[in-house]
Protein backbone atom coordinates (compact mmCIF):
# COMPACT_ATOMS: atom_id res chain seq x y z
CA UNK A 1 0.00 0.00 0.00
CA UNK A 2 1.20 3.63 -1.01
CA UNK A 3 2.28 5.61 2.02
CA UNK A 4 0.15 8.22 3.69
CA UNK A 5 2.23 12.04 3.06
CA UNK A 6 -0.40 13.84 4.84
CA UNK A 7 -2.92 13.73 7.99
CA UNK A 8 -5.65 16.26 6.58
CA UNK A 9 -8.84 16.92 8.91
CA UNK A 10 -11.73 18.21 7.09
CA UNK A 11 -12.74 21.87 8.13
CA UNK A 12 -16.30 20.22 10.05
CA UNK A 13 -12.94 18.31 12.17
CA UNK A 14 -11.49 21.90 13.04
CA UNK A 15 -10.98 21.90 16.65
CA UNK A 16 -13.48 24.88 18.54
CA UNK A 17 -11.79 25.21 21.58
CA UNK A 18 -8.61 26.92 21.98
CA UNK A 19 -6.42 24.97 25.47
CA UNK A 20 -5.46 27.47 28.24
CA UNK A 21 -1.95 26.06 29.30
CA UNK A 22 -2.36 28.04 32.98
CA UNK A 23 -4.95 26.04 33.92
CA UNK A 24 -2.89 23.43 34.74
CA UNK A 25 0.57 24.47 35.49
CA UNK A 26 1.71 23.30 38.76
CA UNK A 27 3.27 27.04 38.98
CA UNK A 28 1.45 29.65 37.51
CA UNK A 29 3.27 32.63 36.09
CA UNK A 30 3.31 35.64 38.41
CA UNK A 31 1.00 38.65 37.53
CA UNK A 32 2.31 41.34 35.04
CA UNK A 33 3.16 44.76 37.88
CA UNK A 34 2.89 48.10 37.08
CA UNK A 35 6.74 49.81 36.35
CA UNK A 36 5.97 53.27 38.37
CA UNK A 37 4.37 51.17 41.18
CA UNK A 38 5.09 47.58 41.13
CA UNK A 39 1.95 46.61 42.21
CA UNK A 40 0.15 44.03 39.79
CA UNK A 41 -1.59 45.81 36.93
CA UNK A 42 -5.50 45.65 36.83
CA UNK A 43 -7.03 44.55 33.75
CA UNK A 44 -8.54 47.95 33.73
CA UNK A 45 -4.91 49.58 33.33
CA UNK A 46 -4.51 47.02 30.62
CA UNK A 47 -7.84 47.50 28.44
CA UNK A 48 -6.08 50.95 27.59
CA UNK A 49 -3.77 49.58 25.63
CA UNK A 50 -5.68 45.87 24.40
CA UNK A 51 -9.05 45.09 23.53
CA UNK A 52 -11.49 44.16 26.72
CA UNK A 53 -11.91 40.24 25.75
CA UNK A 54 -8.25 39.46 24.68
CA UNK A 55 -7.44 40.99 28.52
CA UNK A 56 -9.99 38.83 29.85
CA UNK A 57 -8.21 35.77 28.01
CA UNK A 58 -5.24 37.13 29.13
CA UNK A 59 -5.58 36.56 32.76
CA UNK A 60 -8.07 33.69 32.73
CA UNK A 61 -7.25 30.00 34.21
CA UNK A 62 -9.98 28.47 32.40
CA UNK A 63 -8.74 25.10 30.28
CA UNK A 64 -10.71 25.67 27.16
CA UNK A 65 -11.97 29.20 25.68
CA UNK A 66 -14.35 28.73 22.76
CA UNK A 67 -13.34 29.83 19.59
CA UNK A 68 -15.63 32.14 18.24
CA UNK A 69 -17.79 31.02 15.20
CA UNK A 70 -16.92 34.25 13.18
CA UNK A 71 -12.88 33.19 13.79
CA UNK A 72 -13.80 29.62 13.05
CA UNK A 73 -15.12 30.79 9.17
CA UNK A 74 -12.27 32.93 9.10
CA UNK A 75 -9.59 30.47 9.89
CA UNK A 76 -11.48 27.93 7.58
CA UNK A 77 -9.61 30.06 4.62
CA UNK A 78 -6.89 28.25 5.45
CA UNK A 79 -6.85 25.78 8.71
CA UNK A 80 -7.08 23.25 9.41
CA UNK A 81 -3.36 22.74 8.36
CA UNK A 82 -1.78 19.62 7.05
CA UNK A 83 0.83 17.18 9.46
CA UNK A 84 3.25 16.25 6.97
CA UNK A 85 5.02 13.03 7.67
CA UNK A 86 9.08 14.18 6.67
CA UNK A 87 9.77 10.78 4.87
CA UNK A 88 12.02 12.77 2.39
CA UNK A 89 14.15 14.27 5.20
CA UNK A 90 13.97 11.18 6.92
CA UNK A 91 15.87 9.33 4.19
CA UNK A 92 18.04 12.64 3.62
CA UNK A 93 19.09 12.22 7.07
CA UNK A 94 19.26 8.35 6.63
CA UNK A 95 17.30 8.27 10.19
CA UNK A 96 15.71 5.61 11.72
CA UNK A 97 13.88 8.38 13.47
CA UNK A 98 10.17 9.36 12.36
CA UNK A 99 9.48 12.78 11.49
CA UNK A 100 6.27 14.81 11.34
CA UNK A 101 5.92 18.46 10.50
CA UNK A 102 2.54 20.65 11.13
CA UNK A 103 2.76 22.70 7.83
CA UNK A 104 1.72 26.65 9.23
CA UNK A 105 3.62 28.03 5.92
CA UNK A 106 -0.09 27.52 4.13
CA UNK A 107 -1.90 30.50 5.34
CA UNK A 108 -2.69 34.07 3.61
CA UNK A 109 0.26 35.08 4.90
CA UNK A 110 2.58 32.45 4.90
CA UNK A 111 3.22 31.86 8.50
CA UNK A 112 1.23 31.17 11.99
CA UNK A 113 0.67 34.72 12.97
CA UNK A 114 -2.72 34.89 11.25
CA UNK A 115 -4.11 32.22 14.09
CA UNK A 116 -3.85 35.00 16.70
CA UNK A 117 -4.45 38.21 13.76
CA UNK A 118 -8.01 36.66 13.41
CA UNK A 119 -9.28 36.69 16.92
CA UNK A 120 -7.75 39.99 17.73
CA UNK A 121 -9.42 41.97 14.88
CA UNK A 122 -12.51 40.21 15.74
CA UNK A 123 -12.28 40.99 19.45
CA UNK A 124 -11.16 44.71 18.78
CA UNK A 125 -14.11 44.97 16.42
CA UNK A 126 -16.90 43.98 18.41
CA UNK A 127 -15.88 46.53 21.46
CA UNK A 128 -16.38 48.95 18.28
CA UNK A 129 -12.71 49.53 17.87
CA UNK A 130 -11.99 51.58 14.42
CA UNK A 131 -8.01 51.62 14.54
CA UNK A 132 -4.87 49.21 15.56
CA UNK A 133 -1.93 50.10 15.78
CA UNK A 134 1.35 47.15 16.30
CA UNK A 135 5.10 46.58 15.46
CA UNK A 136 6.63 44.09 13.13
CA UNK A 137 10.00 42.55 13.10
CA UNK A 138 10.55 40.13 10.19
CA UNK A 139 7.12 41.66 9.00
CA UNK A 140 5.09 38.10 9.38
CA UNK A 141 2.88 39.84 11.95
CA UNK A 142 2.73 42.65 10.44
CA UNK A 143 1.21 41.24 7.42
CA UNK A 144 -0.96 38.92 9.05
CA UNK A 145 -2.67 41.52 11.40
CA UNK A 146 -3.46 43.55 8.21
CA UNK A 147 -4.89 40.41 6.51
CA UNK A 148 -7.24 40.40 9.64
CA UNK A 149 -8.43 43.87 9.50
CA UNK A 150 -9.07 44.07 6.23
CA UNK A 151 -11.72 41.44 7.02
CA UNK A 152 -13.25 43.45 9.44
CA UNK A 153 -12.82 47.06 8.20
CA UNK A 154 -10.18 48.00 10.69
CA UNK A 155 -7.46 50.95 9.89
CA UNK A 156 -3.82 49.79 10.64
CA UNK A 157 -0.72 51.27 11.36
CA UNK A 158 2.51 49.18 11.32
CA UNK A 159 5.56 49.66 12.76
CA UNK A 160 8.38 47.97 11.13
CA UNK A 161 11.79 47.39 12.43
CA UNK A 162 13.70 49.42 9.76
CA UNK A 163 16.49 46.67 9.07
CA UNK A 164 13.41 44.68 8.14
CA UNK A 165 11.77 47.29 6.16
CA UNK A 166 14.93 47.88 4.29
CA UNK A 167 15.45 44.01 3.86
CA UNK A 168 12.19 42.88 3.14
CA UNK A 169 10.63 45.14 0.62
CA UNK A 170 7.65 42.43 0.12
CA UNK A 171 6.72 42.33 3.33
CA UNK A 172 5.48 45.66 3.31
CA UNK A 173 3.92 45.43 0.04
CA UNK A 174 1.55 42.75 1.05
CA UNK A 175 0.88 44.76 4.15
CA UNK A 176 -0.44 47.45 1.62
CA UNK A 177 -1.80 45.34 -0.41
CA UNK A 178 -4.56 44.32 2.98
CA UNK A 179 -5.13 48.30 3.28
CA UNK A 180 -2.52 49.12 5.88
CA UNK A 181 -0.12 51.94 6.57
CA UNK A 182 3.64 50.72 7.12
CA UNK A 183 6.69 53.21 8.93
CA UNK A 184 9.88 52.32 9.39
CA UNK A 185 10.88 51.87 12.64
CA UNK A 186 12.63 54.11 14.49
CA UNK A 187 10.26 57.18 12.84
CA UNK A 188 10.09 60.42 13.19
CA UNK A 189 6.35 60.18 13.75
CA UNK A 190 6.65 59.51 17.69
CA UNK A 191 8.25 61.16 20.61
CA UNK A 192 10.17 57.76 21.86
CA UNK A 193 11.27 57.75 17.74
CA UNK A 194 12.41 61.21 17.49
CA UNK A 195 14.48 60.66 20.48
CA UNK A 196 16.62 57.80 19.57
CA UNK A 197 17.25 59.17 16.09
CA UNK A 198 18.43 61.97 18.03
CA UNK A 199 21.02 60.27 19.83
CA UNK A 200 21.85 57.48 16.38
CA UNK A 201 20.04 58.84 13.23
CA UNK A 202 21.50 55.20 11.28
CA UNK A 203 19.50 53.44 14.36
CA UNK A 204 18.90 49.67 12.57
CA UNK A 205 15.96 49.68 15.07
CA UNK A 206 14.52 46.61 17.76
CA UNK A 207 11.10 44.68 18.22
CA UNK A 208 11.34 46.79 21.31
CA UNK A 209 11.13 50.04 20.25
CA UNK A 210 8.84 49.26 17.34
CA UNK A 211 6.58 48.34 20.25
CA UNK A 212 7.11 51.71 22.31
CA UNK A 213 6.19 53.72 18.68
CA UNK A 214 3.27 51.54 18.51
CA UNK A 215 1.49 52.19 21.57
CA UNK A 216 2.46 55.47 21.85
CA UNK A 217 0.15 56.07 19.30
CA UNK A 218 -2.33 53.82 20.16
CA UNK A 219 -2.47 55.71 23.88
CA UNK A 220 -3.08 59.33 22.39
CA UNK A 221 -6.41 57.86 21.38
CA UNK A 222 -7.76 54.61 23.78
CA UNK A 223 -11.57 55.20 22.96
CA UNK A 224 -11.08 54.43 19.05
CA UNK A 225 -7.91 53.17 18.96
CA UNK A 226 -5.95 49.99 20.55
CA UNK A 227 -3.06 48.47 20.18
CA UNK A 228 -2.05 44.95 19.74
CA UNK A 229 0.60 42.42 19.97
CA UNK A 230 1.58 39.22 17.93
CA UNK A 231 3.37 37.30 20.29
CA UNK A 232 4.52 36.87 24.19
CA UNK A 233 1.41 37.76 25.83
CA UNK A 234 -0.41 34.71 26.84
CA UNK A 235 -3.50 35.13 24.35
CA UNK A 236 -1.51 35.30 21.85
CA UNK A 237 -0.05 31.52 23.03
CA UNK A 238 -3.89 30.84 23.61
CA UNK A 239 -4.75 31.17 19.79
CA UNK A 240 -1.81 29.35 18.50
CA UNK A 241 -3.15 26.78 20.36
CA UNK A 242 -5.04 25.63 17.68
CA UNK A 243 -1.98 24.24 16.23
CA UNK A 244 -1.56 21.73 18.60
CA UNK A 245 -4.84 20.68 19.46
CA UNK A 246 -5.28 19.71 15.86
CA UNK A 247 -2.03 18.14 15.70
CA UNK A 248 -3.26 16.46 18.52
CA UNK A 249 -5.90 14.70 16.42
CA UNK A 250 -3.52 14.23 13.42
CA UNK A 251 -0.91 12.56 15.18
CA UNK A 252 -3.76 9.97 16.58
CA UNK A 253 -4.54 9.52 12.74
CA UNK A 254 -1.26 8.59 11.69
CA UNK A 255 -1.31 5.96 14.79
CA UNK A 256 1.69 8.12 16.39
CA UNK A 257 2.81 9.80 19.49
CA UNK A 258 5.51 12.37 19.19
CA UNK A 259 8.59 11.91 21.69
CA UNK A 260 9.86 15.26 21.44
CA UNK A 261 7.60 18.58 20.15
CA UNK A 262 10.07 21.18 19.20
CA UNK A 263 8.89 24.78 17.76
CA UNK A 264 11.64 27.71 17.40
CA UNK A 265 11.51 30.62 19.92
CA UNK A 266 11.18 34.05 19.14
CA UNK A 267 7.94 35.30 22.31
CA UNK A 268 6.91 31.79 22.28
CA UNK A 269 3.73 31.91 20.64
CA UNK A 270 4.25 29.26 17.63
CA UNK A 271 6.36 26.98 20.43
CA UNK A 272 3.65 27.03 22.70
CA UNK A 273 1.15 26.67 20.40
CA UNK A 274 2.51 23.34 19.00
CA UNK A 275 3.55 22.44 22.23
CA UNK A 276 1.12 23.30 24.92
CA UNK A 277 -1.61 20.98 24.05
CA UNK A 278 0.50 17.84 24.25
CA UNK A 279 2.62 18.94 27.27
CA UNK A 280 -1.51 18.56 28.66
CA UNK A 281 -0.74 14.91 28.80
CA UNK A 282 1.83 14.96 30.85
CA UNK A 283 0.70 17.82 33.37
CA UNK A 284 -2.43 16.09 33.77
CA UNK A 285 -1.18 12.46 33.34
CA UNK A 286 2.35 12.62 33.93
CA UNK A 287 2.76 11.29 30.07
CA UNK A 288 6.31 11.04 28.79
CA UNK A 289 7.04 13.77 26.38
CA UNK A 290 9.54 16.29 25.90
CA UNK A 291 8.75 20.01 24.40
CA UNK A 292 11.68 21.66 23.14
CA UNK A 293 12.00 25.75 22.28
CA UNK A 294 14.79 26.67 19.94
CA UNK A 295 16.20 30.28 20.26
CA UNK A 296 18.79 31.88 17.93
CA UNK A 297 22.50 31.21 19.41
CA UNK A 298 22.46 35.66 18.96
CA UNK A 299 19.51 36.08 21.26
CA UNK A 300 19.54 33.51 23.68
CA UNK A 301 17.39 34.55 26.45
CA UNK A 302 15.54 30.83 27.24
CA UNK A 303 19.49 29.48 27.69
CA UNK A 304 21.89 32.33 28.80
CA UNK A 305 18.94 35.11 29.97
CA UNK A 306 17.88 35.60 33.59
CA UNK A 307 14.46 35.28 35.10
CA UNK A 308 12.92 38.54 35.84
CA UNK A 309 10.77 41.12 36.15
CA UNK A 310 11.34 42.68 32.59
CA UNK A 311 9.70 45.49 30.27
CA UNK A 312 8.14 44.22 27.35
CA UNK A 313 9.50 47.16 25.30
CA UNK A 314 12.58 49.40 25.76
CA UNK A 315 10.59 53.03 26.85
CA UNK A 316 8.64 51.21 29.51
CA UNK A 317 5.13 51.61 28.32
CA UNK A 318 4.50 47.81 28.52
CA UNK A 319 4.04 46.15 31.98
CA UNK A 320 7.05 44.38 33.73
CA UNK A 321 6.99 40.82 32.60
CA UNK A 322 8.01 37.70 34.64
CA UNK A 323 10.08 36.65 31.77
CA UNK A 324 13.65 34.73 30.65
CA UNK A 325 15.35 37.88 29.57
CA UNK A 326 18.25 39.20 28.04
CA UNK A 327 17.12 42.54 29.28
CA UNK A 328 14.79 45.19 27.50
CA UNK A 329 18.08 47.20 26.46
CA UNK A 330 20.24 44.16 25.16
CA UNK A 331 19.92 45.06 21.18
CA UNK A 332 20.28 41.82 19.30
CA UNK A 333 22.25 41.17 16.32
CA UNK A 334 21.05 41.65 12.86
CA UNK A 335 20.51 37.62 11.84
CA UNK A 336 17.88 36.97 9.42
CA UNK A 337 15.24 35.17 11.51
CA UNK A 338 13.58 38.76 12.58
CA UNK A 339 11.29 37.22 14.31
CA UNK A 340 13.39 35.95 16.62
CA UNK A 341 14.83 38.80 17.43
CA UNK A 342 13.47 39.97 20.88
CA UNK A 343 14.95 40.10 24.15
CA UNK A 344 12.26 38.23 26.00
CA UNK A 345 10.08 35.07 26.42
CA UNK A 346 6.49 35.11 27.19
CA UNK A 347 5.29 34.51 31.00
CA UNK A 348 3.74 31.25 30.63
CA UNK A 349 6.62 28.93 29.09
CA UNK A 350 9.40 31.30 31.13
CA UNK A 351 8.03 30.00 34.02
CA UNK A 352 7.40 26.11 32.41
CA UNK A 353 11.13 26.55 31.80
CA UNK A 354 11.81 27.35 34.80
CA UNK A 355 9.84 24.83 36.34
CA UNK A 356 11.99 22.50 34.13
CA UNK A 357 8.90 21.45 31.76
CA UNK A 358 9.77 22.76 29.08
CA UNK A 359 13.67 22.34 27.54
CA UNK A 360 15.50 25.00 25.63
CA UNK A 361 17.98 24.79 22.77
CA UNK A 362 20.38 27.64 20.68
CA UNK A 363 21.35 27.21 17.37
CA UNK A 364 23.93 29.18 15.81
CA UNK A 365 22.57 31.15 12.17
CA UNK A 366 24.72 28.99 10.21
CA UNK A 367 23.87 25.37 11.35
CA UNK A 368 19.82 26.94 10.52
CA UNK A 369 20.53 27.72 7.50
CA UNK A 370 21.93 24.67 6.56
CA UNK A 371 19.30 22.70 7.68
CA UNK A 372 16.58 24.94 6.15
CA UNK A 373 18.57 23.52 2.71
CA UNK A 374 18.18 20.09 3.74
CA UNK A 375 14.82 20.95 3.95
CA UNK A 376 14.10 22.36 0.90
CA UNK A 377 16.25 20.37 -0.83
CA UNK A 378 14.12 17.07 0.83
CA UNK A 379 11.07 18.13 1.14
CA UNK A 380 10.30 21.18 -1.21
CA UNK A 381 9.16 23.72 0.65
CA UNK A 382 11.67 26.60 1.27
CA UNK A 383 11.38 27.56 5.21
CA UNK A 384 11.44 30.90 6.91
CA UNK A 385 14.66 31.32 8.70
CA UNK A 386 12.89 31.71 11.52
CA UNK A 387 11.13 28.06 11.23
CA UNK A 388 14.70 26.79 10.14
CA UNK A 389 15.68 26.67 13.97
CA UNK A 390 13.01 23.85 14.61
CA UNK A 391 14.14 22.12 11.84
CA UNK A 392 18.11 22.32 12.74
CA UNK A 393 16.55 21.06 16.41
CA UNK A 394 14.65 18.32 14.89
CA UNK A 395 18.14 17.13 12.65
CA UNK A 396 19.66 16.99 15.90
CA UNK A 397 16.99 14.72 17.62
CA UNK A 398 17.32 12.53 14.31
CA UNK A 399 20.83 12.50 14.39
CA UNK A 400 21.15 11.37 17.72
CA UNK A 401 18.19 8.50 16.82
CA UNK A 402 20.65 7.35 14.68
CA UNK A 403 23.46 7.36 16.63
CA UNK A 404 21.91 5.47 19.16
CA UNK A 405 20.03 3.15 16.39
CA UNK A 406 16.93 3.81 18.25
CA UNK A 407 13.75 5.17 16.54
CA UNK A 408 11.99 7.93 18.06
CA UNK A 409 9.32 10.45 16.85
CA UNK A 410 9.64 13.94 16.26
CA UNK A 411 7.32 16.51 15.41
CA UNK A 412 7.99 20.16 14.96
CA UNK A 413 6.28 23.62 14.05
CA UNK A 414 7.09 24.51 10.44
CA UNK A 415 5.92 28.23 11.32
CA UNK A 416 6.08 29.63 7.83
CA UNK A 417 7.88 29.79 4.33
CA UNK A 418 10.30 31.64 3.24
CA UNK A 419 9.42 32.59 -0.09
CA UNK A 420 9.74 36.22 1.14
CA UNK A 421 12.81 35.49 3.00
CA UNK A 422 15.21 34.80 -0.20
CA UNK A 423 17.25 37.42 0.66
CA UNK A 424 18.70 35.74 3.65
CA UNK A 425 19.05 32.69 1.59
CA UNK A 426 21.10 35.15 -1.25
CA UNK A 427 23.15 36.08 1.47
CA UNK A 428 23.84 32.60 2.87
CA UNK A 429 25.07 31.31 -0.44
CA UNK A 430 27.13 34.23 -0.81
CA UNK A 431 29.09 33.15 2.34
CA UNK A 432 28.11 36.57 3.74
CA UNK A 433 26.09 35.15 7.15
CA UNK A 434 28.25 34.38 10.73
CA UNK A 435 27.10 32.78 13.91
CA UNK A 436 27.27 36.22 15.94
CA UNK A 437 28.80 34.49 19.11
CA UNK A 438 27.81 36.38 22.04
CA UNK A 439 30.15 37.06 24.79
CA UNK A 440 28.90 36.28 28.39
CA UNK A 441 29.61 40.40 29.62
CA UNK A 442 27.35 41.60 26.14
CA UNK A 443 24.53 39.74 28.36
CA UNK A 444 25.88 40.84 31.51
CA UNK A 445 25.84 44.51 30.73
CA UNK A 446 21.77 44.69 29.87
CA UNK A 447 20.70 41.86 32.33
CA UNK A 448 22.61 43.97 35.51
CA UNK A 449 20.86 46.49 34.67
CA UNK A 450 17.46 45.01 36.00
CA UNK A 451 16.11 45.73 38.51
CA UNK A 452 16.09 42.76 40.86
CA UNK A 453 12.46 42.51 41.72
CA UNK A 454 12.80 38.70 41.71
CA UNK A 455 15.25 38.06 44.60
C1 LIG B 1 6.98 35.60 14.27
C2 LIG B 1 7.51 34.32 13.83
C3 LIG B 1 8.18 33.48 14.71
C4 LIG B 1 8.48 33.83 16.15
O1 LIG B 1 7.39 34.21 16.94
P1 LIG B 1 6.79 33.27 18.06
O2 LIG B 1 5.78 34.11 18.75
O3 LIG B 1 7.88 32.84 18.97
O4 LIG B 1 6.15 32.13 17.37
C5 LIG B 1 8.59 32.26 14.24
N1 LIG B 1 8.41 31.88 12.97
C6 LIG B 1 7.78 32.68 12.07
C7 LIG B 1 7.61 32.20 10.66
C8 LIG B 1 7.30 33.91 12.48
O5 LIG B 1 6.67 34.68 11.61
Known sequence: MSKTKKFLLSDQQMPTQWYNVVADMPNRPLPPLDPRTKQPVTKEQMC?????????????????????????????????????RAYGLEKALDTPAKIYFKNESVSPA????????????????????????????????????????????????????????????????????????????????????????????????????????AVEVA???????????????????????????????????????????????????????????FLRGKLIRGENIRVVAVEPSSCPKLTRGTFQYDLGDTEGFTPLIPMYTLGHTFQPADIHAGGLRYHGAGAIVSQLLRDGLVEAQAVPQLETFAAGLIFARSEGIIPAPESTHAIAAAIREANQAKEEGRSRTILFNL??????????????????????????????QSVDRLEKIIK
Open 415 to 444: SGHGMIDLYAYEQYFAGKLTNYDLPDQVIS
Open 48 to 84: ALFAEELMAQEMSVERFIDIPDQVQDLYKIWRPTPLV
Open 219 to 277: LRDPSTTKYCLGSVLNHVLLHQTVIGEEALLQMEMAGDKPDVVIGCFGGGSNFGGVAMP
Open 110 to 213: GSHKPNSAIPQAYYNHKQGIKNLTTETGGGQWGSAIALACQLFGIDLKVYMVRVSYNQKPYRKLMMNAWGAEVIPSPSNTTQVGRSVLERDPDCSGSLGLAISE
